[in-house]
T-cell receptor, first 112, second 115 residues
Framework: SQQGEEDPQALSIQEGENATMNCSYK?????LQWYRQNSGRGLVHLIL?????REKHSGRLRVTLDTSKKSSSLLITASRAADTASYFC????????????FGKGTTLSVSS | DTGVSQDPRHKITKRGQNVTFRCDPI?????LYWYRQTLGQGPEFLTY????????KSRLLSDRFSAERPKGSFSTLEIQRTEQGDSAMYLC?????????????FGPGTRLTVL
């Protein structure tokens, strides 16, 4: 079964705009990760945020985590056409847990 | 090192046939995972190995599915008596225990179509 839901399911923006995707999950977590999947390619790890962190940055990516609301958001600033992909949040339930539990993903389309 | 590789990339088979997929993880990665992804969904965990030991299997892994990692390097996933519901992308991932906690490196996947 899948842990969470991403919102929105699909997002279309213009190059240069910011894109925000949200993820909600059901159970307590050890950490939450965001992955990107391009058409025809495997999943690529983007960023990891631990349960005791509230915000993290990596390049044009900003992730927030609100454990009280069991939610996370991924912000991509100054989007590019190459950012067109599906984005998934994935949770790890506990430190010993190893399997990633993915949401259904947000499909982002960035047009030039 | 060229990342996680999977073979074949695509497989079309008839219902009832057996299929086998191979995954070559990043060298020296201790853990190897199999996931299944259907259209419009996120990947779902199937099973994982630490070295050659299969340590966890999800309820999704029916008796028709078997996975091996005989020498702790590459892994195979076999599906016997395939059904149309087995049509999906099968993803393999690997992870080093010395790496970032729970960051997994994924292969390109094997897309299975059961006719």
């Amino acid at each position: 079964s899948q842990q969470g839901e991403e919102d929105p399911q699909a997002l279309s923006i213009q190059e240069g705009e910011n894109a925000t995707m949200n993820c909600s999950y059901k159970t307590s977590i050890n950490n939450l990760q965001w992955y990107r999947q391009n058409s025809g390619r495997g999943l690529v790890h983007l960023i990891l945020i631990r349960s005791n962190e509230r915000e993290k940055h990596s390049g044009r990516l900003r992730v927030t985590l609100d454990t009280s609301k069991k939610s996370s958001s991924l912000l991509i600033t100054a989007s590019r056409a190459a950012d067109t992909a599906s984005y998934f949040c994935a949770t790890v339930i506990n430190q010993a847990g190893t399997a990633l539990i993915f949401g259904k993903g947000t499909t982002l389309s960035v047009s030039s | 090192d060229t990342g996680v590789s999977q073979d074949p990339r695509h497989k079309i088979t008839k219902r009832g046939q057996n299929v086998t997929f191979r995954c070559d993880p990043i060298s020296e990665h201790n853990r190897l995972y199999w996931y299944r992804q259907t259209l419009g969904q996120g990947p779902e965990f199937l099973t994982y190995f630490q070295n050659e030991a299969q340590l966890e299997k999800s309820r999704l892994l029916s008796d028709r599915f078997s996975a091996e990692r005989p020498k702790g390097s590459f892994s195979t996933l076999e599906i016997q008596r395939t059904e149309q519901g087995d049509s999906a992308m099968y993803l393999c991932a690997s992870k080093s225990l010395a790496g970032v906690v729970n960051e997994q490196f994924f292969g390109p996947g094997t897309r299975l179509t059961v006719l």
